[in-house]
């Protein structure tokens, strides 16, 4: 299995524009997990699914932040419009929550530069 | 609310010399204990995990961790250090089924 894949890597835009992240998680894997890591704030959790549903999106930090998982081997991530606080790594995790084995996976991550 | 916290930001040892970081957590039932690490630049890697049974669980890379109930504690150990092994550590905890509450890291840092 490939992994957790995110596109891009690397992403830089100027403020105000739209941006979208992307996320395939691993195959059979039935919940996925957003997260966004800066130097001040450490790692934190935006939303999470289960079976391709909205469980808690507690962590999105604003209306400007939305999420979507249209069916089970895809997400986004979209911030629009966005502003240079945005900037940071955003990783995507995934997860089979079934017999116990729930360690989540997680994703090379997106680079976000907003200038 | 579960919550974790890692008391050390910054620990620096020597190459050879043993490792302890340490885990503390908050959690209303049996948890779910997890580390993990991450090198410059890359995602999160699981090194190992905590779900049940013995309290000594041995993981990749020669690490090992202790889960102690009566410390709700889960401290990451290796008994000698490489070079490679300076990374950012993470502890997390959570349920089945439920979201995972990621402590802010130890830095650790390796002298030659």
């Known amino acids: 299995d490939a992994g957790v894949i995110q596109s891009p890597r690397h992403e830089v835009t100027e403020m105000g524009q739209e941006v979208t992240l992307r996320c395939k998680p691993i195959?059979?894997?039935?919940?996925l997990f957003w997260y966004r890591q800066t130097m001040m704030r450490g790692l934190e959790l935006l939303i999470y699914?289960?079976?391709?549903?909205?469980?808690?999106d507690s962590g999105m930090p604003e209306d400007r932040f939305s999420a979507k998982m249209p069916n089970a081997s895809f997400s986004t991530l979209k911030i629009q419009p966005s502003e240079p606080r945005d900037s940071a790594v955003y990783f995507c995790?995934?997860?089979?929550?079934?017999?116990?084995?729930?360690?989540?996976?997680f994703g090379p991550g997106t680079r976000l530069t907003v200038l | 609310a579960q919550s974790v916290t890692q008391p050390d930001i910054h620990i620096t040892v020597s190459e050879g010399a043993s490792l302890e970081l340490r885990c503390n957590y908050s959690?209303?039932?049996?948890?779910?204990l997890f580390w993990y690490v991450q090198s410059p630049g890359q995602g999160l890697q699981l090194l190992l995990k905590?779900?049940?049974?013995?309290?000594l669980v041995q993981g990749i890379k020669g690490f090992e961790a202790e889960f102690k109930r009566s410390q709700s504690s889960f401290n990451l150990r290796k008994p000698s250090v490489h070079w490679s092994d300076a990374a950012e550590y993470f502890c997390a905890v959570g349920g089945r089924g439920q979201n995972f509450v990621f402590g802010p890291g130890t830095r650790l840092s390796v002298l030659p």
């Open positions: 699914f289960n079976n391709n549903v909205p469980i808690d």
């Open positions: 959690y209303g039932a049996t948890p779910y």
């Open positions: 995790a995934s997860i089979l929550l079934a017999g116990g084995h729930n360690e989540q996976f």
């Open positions: 195959s059979g894997h039935n919940s």
């Open positions: 905590y779900f049940s049974g013995d309290t």
